[in-house]
Structure formats: C-alpha cells, structure tokens
C-alpha cells in the first residue's frame, strides 16, 4: 500500500506537467503558424511596395520625357513660324509667287 500511494502522488503532478506540456506545445505551434503567416504577408506587402516603387520611377521618366518632347514641339513651332515669316518677307519683297 506505501507504493499505491507514493504513485498517487506522483501521479496528479505528472498528468498536470503533461497537460501544461501539452498546452505549451500547441501555443507554441500557434504562435509559429501565426508567424509564418505574418511572414509571408510582410513578403507580400515589400513586393507589392516595390514593384509600386519601380512603377513610379518609370511613371516620373515618362513625364519627364514629355516635358522634354513638350519642349522640343515648341521650340520647332517656333522655328517654323520664324522660317514662314522669313518666306513670307522674302516672297513680297522678290515680288515672287509663292503660294501654291
């Protein structure tokens, strides 16, 4: 009978470490599917933020390239009105026809 009740004893203490084990591996298997989980969503967002990133350096070059082409388009309208006005003076004072 000693031994019954050494076991006894031994017992409710050993069932209730398995049982806070128990309780502790699986918050612990939580906390690592939680954070896999946040893990891959962090990886996500960074993709997200840098292919956003990249689309914004392309979008500002493509302005810039249009202010440049802007530019450019103005400078030749400004040419051409300067070399129409050249003809035009060139033709009243050769007295030549130049309309067509």
């Known amino acids: 009978m000693n031994n019954a009740i050494k076991i006894t004893n031994w017992l409710a203490p050993l069932a209730s470490l398995i049982f806070v084990a128990g309780g502790g591996w699986y918050t612990l298997d939580a906390v690592a599917d939680d954070s896999a989980a ?28 249009l202010e440049k082409m802007e530019k450019l388009l103005e400078k ?10 050249n003809q035009a003076a060139i033709c009243q004072a050769t007295q030549a026809r130049c309309s067509r």
Do not use: G, P, W, Y
């Open 76 to 85: 030749t309208i400004e040419i051409q009105q300067i070399q129409m006005a």
């Open 38 to 65: 946040l893990k891959s969503k962090v990886e996500n967002i960074e993709t997200r933020l840098t292919q956003q990133d990249v689309l914004e350096v392309k979008v500002e070059q493509v302005e810039l390239r």
